[in-house]
């Protein structure tokens, strides 16, 4: 599955999406746990976009700033080790590095359906 989330997860050449981790949840039936590393360079951001509806997702900041909008909530800069969570269904519309100079990463954990591969879905 990691080939195919690395490919999906890459929707704007400015950000670098590692995998990270997968595995099937055991207690929980249907469900697996997914944790991705998102690197931005400098200004770097991702595309507005939407995750796989069943996804519950965890970011924390690695290091660096990431301004970071979710829904109607207002826009947010987290700093390294500071996080988020996203609702299934949410609507992701800000991802980006503030800084001008230094790189940010961030670490998504993604609570989702086994069978659900394409983990991001870019905004029309």
């Not at 989330?5 to 704007?12: C, G, L, R, V």
């Not at 290091?63 to 299934?88: C, H, L, M, T």
């Amino acid at each position: 599955m990691f080939s195919a989330i690395s490919s999906a997860m890459a929707h704007d050449v400015s950000e670098k999406v590692i995998p990270n981790f997968e595995h099937v949840i055991p207690n929980i039936p249907g469900k697996s746990l997914i944790a991705l590393e998102v690197e931005y360079p400098p200004k770097g951001a991702s595309v507005p976009h939407t995750h796989a509806k069943s996804s519950f997702i965890f970011a924390y900041v690695v290091s660096g700033s990431i301004e970071s909008k979710v829904n109607d909530e207002p826009a947010r800069i987290y700093q390294a080790g500071e996080s988020w969570f996203e609702a299934p269904g949410a609507i992701h519309s800000i991802s980006r590095n503030v800084s001008l100079t230094e790189p940010a990463k961030l670490l998504a954990v993604f609570v989702v359906d086994t069978h659900d591969k394409a983990l991001v879905t870019p905004l029309k």
